[in-house]
Structures are given as structure tokens and as C-alpha cells.
């Protein structure tokens, strides 16, 4: 295990874990915590031992937001210049599957990072909401654009014009999370699921991601074609001939490609 001064990183069988761990802040996504995210996911996505990963909070905060000290202190030219959050579409853009595990807040930048997750568990404690709109701003870690594609304009207007904050079960009733357990079980439950995906054959579930994400950015044609043809294409791996086969033969597959 290593540890940096805004997250814990570590590796567990085949699960690469990332914890935010700026605790005082309720995880407040400043610039450096940003790079050492986004760092060691690229570092885990090119990692063949790592089939998933998983991204965890603290039990009072998954993350309550971008650093809105450290915002404040910027100016337009310099917002411009840097692209400010732009890295942040580095983790959006990996191919390794990711399971956010979200206990308490999960806020403007937070829950914008929870949406870059493949799988959201949701404790019951969480929170989920867009308050930008308090600070005079709008989302800019995609609260406009990805929590509209997942619930919908009707949800998303409501959270993103008045800032009003969803529990769990409103989150899980809208689309916004994958399932909602106890909070003492969503470390574990999610934990679970990254173990689960890190078992299927890698670039089965790489495509399968690839896919699911293209829904999100391509019309219905092109996203059926590049469907179909993800689909033809694994049939060039071993894993394709393993996984019927070993149907057939009413047995457990022994994945080549992992
Ligand atoms: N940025 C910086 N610091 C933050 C923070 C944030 N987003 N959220 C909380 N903190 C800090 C607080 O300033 C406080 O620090 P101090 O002890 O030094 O004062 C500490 O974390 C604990 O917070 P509170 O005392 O406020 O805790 P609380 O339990 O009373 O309230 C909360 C919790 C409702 C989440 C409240 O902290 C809050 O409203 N936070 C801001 C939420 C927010 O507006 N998020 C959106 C940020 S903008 C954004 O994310 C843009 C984008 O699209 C990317």
C-alpha cells in the first residue's frame, strides 16, 4: 500500500482501490487530489493484473464537491488556461471498469465523480445533489451533461436550477445509482461487485463498458453498429470459444484473456 496526502491507494487481488482522504475537507476535490485520482487510475487502467477498480469516500463523504477555497482564489484567465476540471475527463475516458462506493455526501464535483463510475453503490446515508447554483456557478465536472442523460431533464432541472440535495432511494428511484444497502455494507457490497467484474474475461468487460459509454455520446444507429461490431470482434479471443464451450459443458469458463 502506498499513500499520498489526499488518497490511499492500493491494489487487492485484482481490484485497484483508490480512497479519497482529505477527511477535514469532507474530500473537497482540489488540483492536487485531482492528479493523484486521475494518476493512479490511468496507472491501475494500464496494469494487466487490474480488472476494476473501485473508488471509495469516507462514511461522511464520498466527496462534498470541487475545493471551493481553492476556486475562489482563481480568476477567468486563469480557469481558462488551466481547463480547469478538463483532467477529470481522463478517468471518464478509461477502458477498466469503475465502482464508486458512496456513503454521505456526494455534492456538485462529488457526485459529478460518482456519475464517472460504471457501477454506483449507494449507502443509505448518501446524498446526492448539484448545489452549484448557490455559489453563483453551474457544474463543470459534467453534472449538467451526464446527470441528464442518466435521469433525465425533468430530475436533472430540478436538482441543477434549485440545488436541493436527493437521498438514496430517490437516487436509486431516478436512475442515479446502481443499489442502495445499509451504509455498513456499501464498502463491502461494492467491493463485491469490482471482484465480480475483475473475474469476466477483461476485454469482455472493456467492451462491454465501451458500449454501454457509447450509448451516452452516439445516435442509436451508430451505437448499434459499434455494438454488433464489438460483439463480432470478440470472437476473435479465445475467451469467446471458452465461454460457450464451457456452457455447454455445464461448467465454470477459465478465462484466457484477463
Ligand atoms: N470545498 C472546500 N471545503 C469544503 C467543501 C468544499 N466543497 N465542502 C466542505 N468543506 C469544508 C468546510 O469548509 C469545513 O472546513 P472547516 O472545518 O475548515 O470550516 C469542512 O469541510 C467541514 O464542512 P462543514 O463544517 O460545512 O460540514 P457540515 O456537516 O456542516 O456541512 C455540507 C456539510 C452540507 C456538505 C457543507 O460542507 C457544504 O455545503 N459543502 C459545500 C457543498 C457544495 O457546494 N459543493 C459544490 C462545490 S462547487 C463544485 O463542485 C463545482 C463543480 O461542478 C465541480
Not at 500500500?1 to 477535514?24: A, D, Y
Not at 462534498?64 to 475516458?93: H, N, S, T, V
Not at 431516478?174 to 476485454?203: C, F, H, M, N, W
Request: charged letters at 25%.
Amino acid at each position: 500500500m502506498s499513500e499520498s496526502s489526499t488518497i490511499v491507494v492500493s491494489t487487492e487481488g485484482r481490484v485497484g482501490r483508490i480512497q479519497l482522504n482529505r477527511p477535514k475537507a469532507l474530500n473537497a476535490l482540489n488540483q492536487q487530489l485531482m492528479e493523484e485520482v486521475v494518476s493512479a487510475a490511468v496507472t491501475f487502467d494500464s496494469d494487466p493484473g487490474v480488472g476494476a477498480i473501485l473508488l471509495l469516500g469516507s462514511d461522511k463523504a464520498f466527496a462534498a464537491g470541487a475545493d471551493i477555497k481553492e476556486m475562489a482564489q482563481q480568476d477567468y484567465p486563469e480557469m481558462y488556461a488551466a481547463d480547469w476540471f478538463r483532467r477529470w475527463e481522463d478517468l471518464a475516458q478509461l477502458r477498466t471498469p469503475i465502482v464508486a462506493a458512496v456513503k454521505g455526501y456526494a455534492l456538485g464535483g462529488g457526485c459529478e465523480l460518482a456519475m464517472m463510475a460504471d457501477v454506483i453503490v449507494a449507502g443509505e446515508s448518501a446524498t446526492f445533489g448539484q448545489p452549484e447554483i448557490n455559489l453563483g456557478v453551474i457544474p463543470g465536472m459534467g453534472g449538467s451533461q451526464r446527470l441528464t442523460r442518466s435521469v433525465g431533464k425533468a430530475k436533472a432541472m430540478d436538482m441543477v436550477l434549485t440545488g436541493r440535495h436527493i437521498g438514496a432511494d430517490e437516487a436509486e428511484r431516478i436512475g442515479l445509482v446502481s443499489r442502495v444497502v445499509p451504509d455498513d455494507q456499501a464498502t463491502s457490497t461494492a467491493e463485491e461487485v469490482a471482484e465480480l467484474i475483475a473475474t469476466k474475461s477483461k476485454p469482455a468487460a472493456q467492451m462491454a463498458k465501451e458500449a454501454v459509454a457509447a450509448s451516452f455520446e452516439t445516435t442509436l444507429q451508430q451505437g448499434l453498429r459499434l455494438e454488433r461490431r464489438l460483439f463480432h470482434s470478440l470472437f476473435a479471443l479465445a475467451d469467446q470459444a471458452e465461454g460457450m464451450s464451457a456452457f455447454a459443458e455445464k461448467r465454470g469458463p477459465e478465462w484466457r484473456h484477463r
